[in-house]
Every structure is written in structure tokens, then in C-alpha cells.
């Protein structure tokens, strides 16, 4: 029962991490590339790449460890008789156990010491994990509905998805690890190093922003009884949860840049392309969004009592797959207009998803 409360909830967090670390894998090690065992040799003999290492996973790990760490979903479980050791030991486990990418490369790479450092890693990982912040509250004020949407989108983000947003930081910066090595890597300058900068970071952040659209979508819908007895426009609505989107995308596609110059030096096409994209993939994520709509439109549902029945897990389970489906197939769009077109896909990317956004 401890296992399906704390470590399944645990599991579903790191999944995430799982997947955008083994796209990263996928791009950076190979027959002729990378092995596992330079990227640990260059982290213990260069203490700055060991620190970046570190903390990058850290943040990438955080959210899973705070549930086993934490233990809120079986705290019911407390009241009953049952032994006190054993959870302790399982939380232990769970907490190496599901940091598998990050326990492989150190195995394969530095063996028993390489474990030595994951365990250790772990250890502050947990301590930091445990820690509960304490935040003020107050009223808000806002002027204008617009202003009213986006800042309730935002609050959204922070109350709801701020360990998404903190495993997003330590994907953002992978992928622009990633992206920074490829171009290096290939001695791309100019255009070309901007299409493949812009594509692999692209690619890369699909599973740093799939978290925050998902409650920035149920964010959307909650507001639709207010928005309509408000009296406030179905276009208005969509321009905050675009621009809600955008800063989703924008700000982890900037985090990404800043590691990329830390691998390459980025040019002023490579910036350009990649705000580009990020721009063009929030208007074409918004789209995929705001078309769950679609059918409750057609039979005006308005009510709050309506709006409850996508609470349902299979709903809920629907919308994540949109939202799923939408950042991959935008992500997908880029990469091939940046591919068949070069830097001229960028206008042809951005005006094809501003006609998709406002069709």
C-alpha cells in the first residue's frame, strides 16, 4: 500500500525526466560518439562541469524525490500499525532506484565509484527535498480581463505545476547542452548551425513543457463559467492562454540558449531561430489547447456543474494526451520546416501556426 501511494506517484514524476533524458542520450552518445564514461571522467577531473552536472540532475530530480521524501500520500497510513523501518528502507530504494538514467551513466562510467557519488548525490537531494518554504499570500488586483486570465494562468503555474517547472529548468538546460554539442561537434556556423541548434532544442524541450500545458489547459477550462458570466470574448481568452503558453515556451527555450553558449558560441541567428520557434510552437501548443473546446461549445455547456465533469480521470487522461500530442507534432512542424527550408521555415512556421492559432 506505502509502494502504490508514495513510489507509483513518484514514478509518474521522474517519468518525464526519464524521457528527456533518453532523447538527450539518443543525440549525444552513440558508436561514434560520446561514452558515458568521458562525461563522467570530464565532471570528476573539471569541478565546474561536475557542480553544472549535478545540480542540472538535481532540479530534473527534485519533484520525484519531494513525494518519496515527503510521503504526504501515505500519511493516512500513519494511524494504522505497521512497521516504521520499512518504509524508511523503501523510500531509500525508490529514491536511487528511479533516478535510472542518471545511476546508469555513472555505473557504466565510473562503476563502484560512480555509485558512490549517485548515493551521495541522493543524500542532499533528499535533505533539499525535505525542506517546506513557507509563502505569503495576498489579494490580487487586476485590471482588465486580459490581465485577470493571464495572472490566473500564472498563479496556475506556480501553485500547480512548480515541479514541472523545476524538472522543465534542468531539461532546458540538457537540451541546450545537447543542441550546443551538435553544433560543435559538426563545426556548424551561420545558418546551418542555427536550423540544428533550433531543431535539437526544439525536440528536447518537448518533455520539459508538456507539464505546464496540461495545467495551463485545465487552468483554461476552469475559467470558462467565469469568463462567460463575465461576459468576457472567446478571443481574449485564447490571448491570454497563448501568451500564458509563450512564456512557458520562451523562458525554457532562454535557459536552453544560455547553456548552448556555454557548449558553442551562438550566433545571432541561432538566438533568432530558436526565439522563433518557441514564439511559433506556443501559438500552434495554444491551438491544440483551445480545440478541447471544440465540442462543448457546440452543445453550450456554461455551467460550473458542466464544467465539473472533466474532472473524470479519463478526461483527464484525454487531455494530457492532447496536450501530449499537440507539443509533439508543433515540435515535429519545426524541425521540418527548419530542415526543408533552413532559416526561410522560420516565416513559414510562425505564419503557418498563427493561421492555425486564429482560423
Not at 521522474?14 to 542520450?25: D, E, F, N, R
Not at 545558418?191 to 495551463?216: D, F, N, T, Y
Amino acid at each position: 500500500m506505502f509502494v502504490r501511494a508514495v513510489v507509483v506517484p513518484a514514478g509518474r514524476r521522474a517519468a518525464p525526466a526519464w524521457l528527456g533524458c533518453s532523447l538527450i542520450a539518443g543525440l549525444v552518445f552513440g558508436k561514434n560518439a560520446m561514452q558515458p564514461r568521458d562525461v563522467t571522467t570530464l565532471a570528476q577531473n573539471n569541478l565546474a562541469i561536475g557542480l553544472v552536472l549535478a545540480m542540472t540532475w538535481a532540479v530534473i530530480y527534485l519533484p520525484a524525490a519531494r513525494v518519496l521524501v515527503r510521503a504526504d500520500g501515505a500519511a493516512f497510513l500513519r494511524s494504522l500499525p505497521s512497521p516504521r523501518l520499512l518504509p524508511a528502507l523503501v523510500v531509500g530504494v525508490a529514491l536511487v532506484g528511479l533516478q535510472l538514467p542518471w545511476l546508469a551513466l555513472w555505473l557504466i562510467g565510473a562503476h563502484l565509484r560512480g555509485l558512490a557519488i549517485v548515493v551521495a548525490l541522493t543524500i542532499v537531494i533528499a535533505l533539499v527535498a525535505a525542506w517546506r518554504p513557507r509563502f505569503r499570500t495576498r489579494a490580487p488586483v487586476w485590471r482588465g480581463s486580459f490581465a485577470a486570465l493571464r495572472s490566473i494562468h500564472g498563479r496556475a503555474l506556480l501553485r500547480r505545476a512548480g515541479d514541472s517547472l523545476l524538472r522543465g529548468v534542468g531539461l532546458a538546460i540538457l537540451a541546450g547542452c545537447a543542441g550546443g554539442l551538435f553544433v560543435r561537434n559538426n563545426e556548424l556556423a551561420g545558418a546551418p548551425a542555427a536550423v540544428m541548434g533550433a531543431s535539437v532544442i526544439a525536440v528536447v524541450l518537448v518533455p520539459a513543457q508538456v507539464g505546464p500545458l496540461i495545467v495551463l489547459l485545465e487552468s483554461h477550462r476552469a475559467t470558462t463559467w467565469l469568463a462567460q458570466s463575465l461576459g468576457i470574448s472567446p478571443t481574449t481568452r485564447t490571448v491570454a492562454l497563448a501568451a500564458a503558453v509563450a512564456s512557458v515556451h520562451v523562458g525554457s527555450t532562454a535557459i536552453a540558449l544560455v547553456a548552448f553558449s556555454v557548449i558553442a558560441h551562438p550566433n545571432a541567428s541561432v538566438v533568432l531561430a530558436a526565439i522563433v520557434v518557441a514564439v511559433g510552437s506556443s501559438l500552434g501548443c495554444t491551438r491544440a489547447l483551445v480545440g478541447t473546446e471544440s465540442a462543448d461549445s457546440s452543445r453550450g455547456d456554461s455551467t460550473r456543474a458542466d464544467s465539473a465533469r472533466y474532472e473524470t480521470s479519463r478526461d483527464t487522461a484525454r487531455l494530457a494526451t492532447r496536450a501530449v500530442m499537440g507539443a509533439v507534432l508543433v515540435a515535429a512542424a519545426a524541425v521540418v520546416a527548419l530542415g526543408t527550408l533552413g532559416l526561410g521555415g522560420l516565416a513559414a512556421f510562425l505564419a503557418t501556426m498563427t493561421f492555425v492559432l486564429v482560423r
